[in-house]
């Protein structure tokens, strides 16, 4: 019979090495997710914020227009209505 190390010797077997290779990689892999992971958040929120502020710098431009243009807001607006309306018809 194969003599098995008492426990608590200091003596590692293979099994257990590869269990903390494992333990050890799965532990990296999941710090990477979570960087990776906070990184995206980062980039989104930017975006987000980016893209908030671009449709307030149209939304400033479009009431500037209207403001200085009525008639020609109300006629494009029109136009814009009648072309809708004939396409949801079809």
Known sequence: MAEQSPS???ERSPASE???QVRDTAQEVSAQVNDTARQVSETAS???AQGREKIGEVEHYLEDNIRTK???S???AAGVG????LLWKR
């Open 82 to 85: 009648l072309l809708l309306g």
């Open 46 to 48: 930017a975006y987000y």
């Open 74 to 76: 109300v006629l494009l």
């Open 8 to 10: 608590g010797s200091g």
């Open 18 to 20: 590869t269990g903390r």
């Open 70 to 72: 009525p008639l020609q």
